[in-house]
């Protein structure tokens, strides 16, 4: 069974940073594209980031420079590294398998950034 | 970056009664369109790709269509289960942008 797990959400000050978890199982990152979808409360999807199969990385210019995204293949896990986190990254994050047609996804993990 | 532009924003349908959720790119993205559908609390569920491929599990009453720059999304008979917020997004080039949403609420 394909199953998704994000973790690492919580309250953080602007500024601050924030390492995303998802623990994938099912399926193996390594061999497969990965995103990051964000939603801020009550708003709509926004696409974060993608990494491929061969470690190419996208971003959205509103985190290029301060998100990266990498995996543990041991893991079977799936990061992202927020640094320099601002108000407006304030959102539930989620992971997904795929890039072009995100088909499995997590429960998501709620960020907030607030002094 | 493409521009994804949904229509309407909303809509008030009744049980068993068909919608159309209309999606605009500001560039043409061939096929490379999905439309998902998200209910309060939990993540998106894709439920066609490329336009108009339905996804394995998703009703027949669901319909995509589309090329280009414009695209359909077609709920025929209305369920219950069916009322929740649809999104269309491009894979056509990153970054991968969404529509804004269209919600539909039981009338």
């Known amino acids: 069974e394909v199953q998704l797990v994000e973790s690492g959400g919580g309250l953080v000050q602007p500024g601050g940073s924030l390492r995303l978890s998802c623990a994938v199982s099912?399926?193996?990152?390594?061999?497969?594209?990965m995103s990051w979808v964000r939603q801020a409360p009550g708003k709509g999807l926004e696409w974060v980031s993608i990494i491929y199969s061969g470690d190419d990385r996208y971003y959205a210019d509103s985190v290029k420079g301060r998100f990266t995204v990498s995996r543990h293949n041991s893991k079977n896990t799936l990061y992202l590294q927020m640094n320099s986190l601002r108000t407006e990254d304030t959102a539930i994050y989620y992971c997904a398998r795929g890039s072009q047609e995100p088909d499995y996804w997590g429960q998501g993990t709620l960020v907030t950034v607030s002094s | 970056d493409i521009q994804m532009t949904q229509s309407p924003s909303s809509l008030s349908p009744s049980v068993g009664d068909s919608v159309t959720i209309t999606c605009r790119a500001s560039?043409?993205?061939?096929?490379?369109l999905n439309w998902f559908q998200q209910k309060p609390g939990k993540a998106p569920k894709l439920l066609i790709s490329?336009?108009?491929n339905l996804r394995s599990g998703v009703p027949s009453r669901f319909s995509g269509s589309g090329s280009g720059t414009d695209f359909t999304l077609t709920v025929s008979s209305l369920q219950p289960e069916d009322f929740a917020t649809y999104y269309c997004?491009?894979?056509?080039?990153?970054?991968?942008?969404f529509g804004q949403g269209t919600k539909l609420e039981i009338k």
């Open positions: 490329g336009a108009s």
């Open positions: 099912g399926f193996s990152v390594s061999s497969n594209y």
């Open positions: 997004q491009q894979s056509y080039s990153t970054p991968y942008t």
């Open positions: 560039q043409s993205i061939n096929i490379y």
